[in-house]
Structure formats: structure tokens, C-alpha cells
């Protein structure tokens, strides 16, 4: 792994370096578990204590820190550290796995697919009929791309991820290991005669530039035109987004959180760890749902809602302290 010393970090960071360190810093640790030779940050005043403690050589930290590095120790200080700190993981990530050839023996690729300069492919993938690949994706093995997709340039597609006819990636994404994109929407329809009926769902998925899904994720198909994923949207492990759902740009889904059918999230909203939201609802601009809430209503723009079922942030609290003083009147 490469070694740097605090100069050459913060030619990167653009900082101001306070305090004095010779040593060559060898990785970047958290601040609890790092060595003489290490780099961390601190992101946060509430992490300061840790400081000395820490054996960390040199932090990245915000400009308002209250502390001093101390003797032999050094700060790199930056506008933001935790953006910062993305910028040094950067400089010490090992390098991705290696491919000794650019398209292995065992894909199958069917004769019409279209692949671009700097393409890779790797073992035992399927590639179907009238694929579009653009320049430099990469696709590790056990992938399988049915027909007429499409996937961007500079796409990472990982083990075992799925993505079904007729779907489109964009430039620039990662799609984490068996993540799986078109799959069948979620439609049923009782009937007298045969139970339960299936309803063909013949729309696709459409993605935009920049997004990552996350493992063991699912973007279902449109029952008749696109499910569609933004530029730029993050989308944790095992999230389920339900057909025809639009999301806006730069939208956030943490882990087990998932949409109904036909959800419209707007530009920015982020949505907590297992949190639910109902069909065909709106949830506006820059909306935050807190973790393990259920939506059963729009939310407007700009509004923080919390609980099952989720209510005005502020609400959901002062609801919580009510029950939590009756109960203990209870319990008297």
C-alpha cells in the first residue's frame, strides 16, 4: 500500500496543516483504532475527547476545532472533514480486482451486442441480444444483462446483479452485487374464477447517471412505462423500490427502507433505515422520513416527518414524551 507524507496529503485536501509530523503516513483509521503511522479525523466537536487518546499521527479536521494537536502531532484543516476524508480514503483505496483479460472465455455474448472501447467482462456472465455496453463498463462475473438493455460509460456492475430486458443504466453508476433491476412489479388482481390474476407488467426501469444500488436491492419494472431513478440517487442494501415510483436527483434510500408502486420522491429527499412508504403518494423536495416510519400521506417539501404512521417530526416527539409520562403514572 502507499505511503504519504502530510505535505503530499494535504497537496490533495488543500488545507491548512497545524502542528508538525515527519512520519510517512501509512493508512487512514478511525480515530480509536489507529497507529502511530496513521491518519483520521475528526468530523464532529463531540469527537475531540478522542483525541488524546488516539495514537493517530496527523487528523483531517473542520476549521472551528477547539483542541491542539499536541507534540509531534499534526491537523490538516479543512472547510469540511468529512468530505475530506472521502478525498484521503481515495489516495489509499487498493486497487479493484484485476481482469488478466478483458472479455473471458466463458461470457456469453450474443452476436448483436454492442461493446465499446475499454469494455470488461467477466467470467461466466450473459450478455443477451441487442445490448448496448458503452465505453470502460465493467462487469464482474455472474452477471446477467437480458435484451435490449443499455448500460453508460464508466458503469461498475458487480457479482450476480440482474438486470432484465429492456432497462437502462446510465454513465458513471455501481450496481453492487445481486442487486437486481426490472424485476416484475408487484401486481395482483383477485378473481372469482382463478384466485389471484396476474398483471403483466410490460414498462422497464430507466437510470440515470451517478446512481449506486446497493446488494440484495430491487428496482421493479413499470406496469406500463418506466420506474426511473434520477442522476445522482444512492440507494443502500436491501431496499425495494415498487413500480412506475419516480425519484427525483440526489435522492437517498437507507438500508430495508422500500416504496410502493407509483411513489414520487422529488429532488433531495431522503428517505431512513426501514422506513415504508405507501403507494402513490408524494413525498417534495428535501423531505426527510426518519427511520421505521410508515407514510400513509403526501409530505410537502422541506418537511421532516417521524412514526408509524409518520407525523410532523416535532409532533411525533411530543406525542412520545406524553406516552412515556402516562406510562410511568402507570407504573406509580
Not at 478522542?50 to 477547539?66: P, R
Not at 502531532?73 to 481482469?99: G, T
Not at 465505453?135 to 450476480?160: A, F, M, Q, R
Not at 422506513?275 to 421532516?304: C, M, P, Q, Y
Request: proline share 4%; glycine share 12%.
Amino acid at each position: 500500500m502507499s505511503s504519504y507524507s502530510i505535505q503530499e496529503i494535504n497537496e490533495v485536501l488543500q488545507g491548512e496543516i497545524v502542528g508538525f509530523n515527519s512520519c510517512k503516513i501509512t493508512a487512514p483509521e478511525q480515530l480509536e483504532e489507529a497507529t502511530e503511522t496513521e491518519i483520521s479525523f475528526i468530523g464532529s466537536k463531540k469527537y475531540e475527547k478522542f483525541w488524546a487518546t488516539s495514537k493517530a499521527c496527523v487528523a483531517v479536521v473542520n476549521q472551528d476545532i477547539s483542541i491542539e494537536p499536541g507534540e509531534n502531532r499534526a491537523f490538516i484543516k479543512v472547510k469540511n472533514a468529512d468530505l475530506a476524508m472521502s478525498q484521503v480514503l481515495e489516495l489509499f483505496a487498493p486497487a479493484p480486482p484485476v481482469f488478466d483479460i478483458d472479455i473471458h472465455p466463458t461470457a456469453v455474448i450474443d452476436k448483436s451486442v454492442t461493446i465499446e472501447n475499454g469494455t470488461r467482462i467477466g467470467a461466466g456472465c450473459y450478455i443477451g441480444p441487442n445490448v448496448q455496453l458503452g465505453e470502460n463498463v465493467t462487469i464482474y462475473p455472474n452477471v446477467t444483462i437480458l435484451d435490449e438493455c443499455s448500460i453508460g460509460k464508466n458503469t461498475t456492475i458487480w457479482p450476480g446483479a440482474v438486470i432484465r430486458e429492456r432497462c437502462h443504466i446510465g454513465s458513471y453508476c455501481i450496481l453492487h452485487p445481486n442487486c437486481t433491476i426490472g424485476a416484475d412489479g408487484f401486481g395482483f388482481r383477485p378473481c372469482p374464477e382463478k384466485g389471484l390474476v396476474k398483471i403483466p407488467q410490460i414498462g422497464n426501469v430507466t437510470i440515470g447517471n451517478n446512481v449506486e444500488i446497493g446488494a440484495n436491492s430491487c428496482v421493479d419494472r413499470g406496469k406500463f412505462s418506466s420506474t426511473i431513478l434520477g442522476d445522482g440517487c444512492k440507494i443502500d442494501n436491501l431496499v425495494q423500490i415498487g413500480h412506475n415510483s419516480k425519484l427525483g436527483k440526489f435522492c437517498i434510500m437507507s438500508g430495508n427502507s422500500g416504496l410502493a408502486g407509483s411513489v414520487t420522491l422529488g429532488n433531495g429527499v431522503m428517505i431512513g433505515g426501514s422506513a415504508s412508504i405507501k403507494d402513490h403518494l408524494t413525498i417534495g423536495d428535501r423531505a426527510i422520513v426518519g427511520a421505521g416510519s410508515g407514510v400513509a400521506a403526501d409530505v410537502e417539501a422541506g418537511k421532516v416527518v417521524l412514526g408509524y404512521p409518520a407525523v410532523d417530526a416535532r409532533d411525533a416527539l411530543k406525542q412520545w414524551a406524553v406516552l412515556k409520562r402516562l406510562a410511568k403514572d402507570i407504573n406509580k
